[in-house]
């Protein structure tokens, strides 16, 4: 499977409670919600294309927490992704966690594990929101694709997605897009590690 990580992000580069005030609040968060502003016809049309190419949805532990929490209880049918991701197994990375509650889920104990699951046929291996799993992922050179809608707005608080120190990781813009509301849909390929110069003692990424 190809290990695709996806993530809403303000212009700022927060990823923090993109979908309520209520979302996460963690480190004292009060500024959730920023994506809803911007949701239009053309950003749930293509996320709701992006969801049914999944074939899992892999998550870190506080992530897993909130959806398990959430996702259940939602019943609107004419919510477009609730029957998907109640269906969709998913894969919980956790050294803590035993078992899951929303089913069907099977826990994977480390970084190895999620490199065995690519290994199995299949399309897309999603990950949402789980910044801190999605990055060291990226790290350990097993995301294959990244896909970010950038929602037109700064906020100045929040964990950011590229925050935790890394490595650094090549990408390469393979489809944009951008919606009526000003959301900006993009989609990169891994290529490895960035390229880097120096300059006089200055280094600089080329």
Known sequence: ???????????DGVSQGPGSPSEDTGDGFSRGGWLVPFIDEAFVRRT?????????LLLGRRTYDAFARD??????????????MNALPKYAVSSTLTEGTWHPTTVLKDLEGVAELKKQPGNELQIHGSARLG???LQAGLVDLVRLVVAPTVIGAGRRLFEHPADTAGLRLTKHEATPSGLLLLEYETVGAAPVAEYEGVTAFV
């Open 1 to 11: 499977m190809k290990l695709v990580l996806t993530e809403f992000v303000t212009l």
């Open 48 to 56: 709701v294309a992006w969801l049914a190419l999944a074939d899992g």
């Open 71 to 84: 996702w259940p209880q939602i019943t609107d049918p004419d919510d477009p992704f609730t029957e998907r």
């Open 135 to 137: 990055n060291a992922l």
